[in-house]
């Protein structure tokens, strides 16, 4: 399988990149914030708990994330292979997808670091508030998620480059230009 981490602080272009990748590579796409979101639309119980941490740009629990990854993953077995959107955002999370790719007989295969400066970030969620309707594309909230990305989802940089399959690729620039890096890197790893 070719399992790709797309990775960065919030606004990074994550999504963005998502919709590319997957029409080019074939793959399947796990967004753990959409199916949060999901989650909340349906009025369950994981949406309940998930409405109170993401309005507040906190995290929600690994071991909530982690069990929603682990029935997803069960559910694309045979898969050509999975782009990870928005997870791990903790290390702990980083190991246990080393735990359940492995029982696959699988493994990370790159991770893509979209590099963006701050100030840019909080411009564009600013911008993409205007319209998102998301309750956490306000300014306050948006601080608050990239002071969490720092201090709890940076570490998976260094979790991943220990694992030599870390690309940092400039996200600031034309969406295709971006996408270009990133296929080459994709394309590296395979
Ligand atoms: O990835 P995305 O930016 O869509 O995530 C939105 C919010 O969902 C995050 O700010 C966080 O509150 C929550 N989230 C989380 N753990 C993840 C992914 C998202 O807590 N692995
Ligand atoms: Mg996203």
Redesign the pocket.
């Known amino acids: 399988m070719l399992n790709v981490v797309i990775f960065g602080p919030?606004g990074s272009g994550?999504?963005t990149q998502s919709e590319n990748i997957i029409e080019k590579f074939n793959l399947a796409h796990i967004?753990?914030?959409?199916l949060?979101r999901a989650e909340i639309s349906g009025h369950t119980q994981l949406g309940t708990i998930?409405k109170s941490?993401?309005d507040k740009?906190?995290?929600?629990p690994d071991e909530t994330?982690i069990g929603m990854i682990d029935n997803k993953i069960e559910s694309l077995v045979g898969a050509k292979g999975v782009i990870f959107?928005?997870?791990?955002?903790t290390v702990a999370?980083a190991e246990a997808l080393e735990e359940l790719l492995a029982e696959h007989n699988s493994k990370v295969s790159v991770m893509v670091n979209l590099e963006v400066p701050k100030e840019e970030l909080v411009e564009r969620l600013l911008k993409r508030g205007e319209t998102s309707g998301r309750s956490?594309d306000n300014l306050e909230t948006i601080e608050k998620?990239i002071s969490?990305y720092e201090s709890q989802t940076s570490p998976v940089i260094d979790f991943y480059k220990a694992k030599k399959v870390y690309k940092a690729i400039q996200g600031v620039g034309s969406v295709d230009g971006i996408f270009e890096s990133i296929s080459a890197a994709i394309e590296g790893a395979k």
């Open positions: 919030p994550k999504g967004s753990t914030g959409d949060l998930a941490f993401i740009g906190e995290l929600v994330i959107d928005g997870f791990p955002r999370q956490d998620r969490v």
